[in-house]
């Protein structure tokens, strides 16, 4: 059930800077969290960049993995990265071909899926993102934009305890069942999602939220119901909305709480299969090729010691020997 909150707060905005209880924000949210810091709550603008990042670090290596694609990208391309070229490219070219990055990952996914309501979502999300921290270490130098992954900006965005938070509150399935959603078609499905995301020992909540002159749209209204049908506590945060407003978002909210949200059934996924994972990973094969070249550097290295060495030894000898040529030359021509 999407639930509302109205609340009328004194913040007045001038010139795009919003000013509350004295302070000054450049958001409306950032008021919002500000209300319910002081209510005891923690919280976090999360958005659409929150499950972004769940669905990458629970997803990295899926992502990430060399596959030839089933069918070629507008451009021609039909393998998912060029292992041979060091990020040519920070997404794989089926990313954001509508169903095809999940129907050319289909299986892996699943096993995926399996292997986190094994092992435990926590585990998995833990080692995916100091592996990643670690990639990042590795090949900063070579990043041209910063960043390993179009839809992440690893440093800074979110902490590990950050994204922990909501596996605390909601189930593993539910998760999951929202980022299957998500992946199914990331062009579309990639934006939409709660403003902000607030907890406490208690409870948490994902809020759209929405100021005086703000209106709700349909693909955010798609997205707090599919969290919704998942478990998930969601509600739109209305603030100073006139009576004719509220009445208007009222009449939106309840219409889709009372229509059901069509999306594919993800059931299949959740059944178990044998645990089978090979997978040809992008950043490995780097790894690989940097070991490598390190190799050939260290070889190289070593023989132009030994090069130097070599002439440094010999040019004694090679100079005597010059020396002594001229020398028996000018005495011939004497005689």
Excluded at 64 to 72: E, H, Q
Excluded at 150 to 179: A, F, N, P, Q, W
Excluded at 307 to 314: C, D, E, L, R
């Amino acid at each position: 059930m999407i639930n509302i909150e109205n609340l009328t707060l004194d913040f007045v905005k001038e010139d795009k800077i919003y000013y509350y209880q004295g302070e000054s924000y450049e958001h409306i949210e950032d008021i919002a969290l500000k209300y319910f810091s002081d209510k005891g709550y923690k919280g976090l603008f999360s958005q659409n960049s929150y499950w972004w990042n769940l669905f990458s670090f629970l997803f990295w290596d899926e992502i990430f993995d060399v596959i030839y694609l089933a069918r070629p990208t507008s451009n021609g391309i039909n393998v998912s990265f060029y292992p041979d070229r060091p990020f040519y490219s920070d997404m794989p070219y089926d990313l954001f071909q509508q169903e095809d990055f999940f129907c050319n990952r289909v299986n892996k996914i699943k096993q995926k899926v399996n292997i986190i309501q094994e092992d435990g979502i926590e585990s998995v999300l833990t080692f995916n993102y100091e592996k990643v921290e670690k990639l990042y270490n590795t090949f900063s130098d070579f990043l041209p934009k910063n960043s390993l992954f179009r839809l992440i900006h690893y440093r800074g965005e979110y902490s590990l305890e950050e994204l922990l938070v909501i596996t605390k509150y909601v189930k593993t399935k539910d998760i999951l069942e929202v980022l299957l959603y998500f992946m199914n078609n990331i062009a579309e499905n990639r934006s939409g999602f709660p403003d902000i995301m607030i907890w406490n020992d208690y409870e948490l909540k994902f809020l759209e939220v929405k100021g005086p002159s703000d209106s709700i749209k349909k693909h955010q209204l798609d997205h707090l119901k599919l969290l919704s049908d998942s478990n998930i506590n969601t509600g739109v945060l209305a603030l100073n909305h006139t009576e004719k407003k509220l009445i208007n978002l009222e009449k939106k909210i309840s219409e889709t709480n009372n229509t059901p949200f069509e999306h594919t059934d993800y059931s299949y996924f959740f059944k178990k299969t044998e645990r089978s994972y090979k997978l040809n990973n992008y950043h490995a094969r780097f790894l690989e090729n940097l070991k490598y070249s390190n190799y050939r550097r260290k070889s190289k290295s070593k023989i132009s010691l030994i090069k130097i060495f070599f002439w440094i030894s010999f040019l004694p000898f090679i100079i005597f020997f010059w020396i002594a040529k001229l020398f028996y030359e000018a005495l011939k021509k004497k005689k």
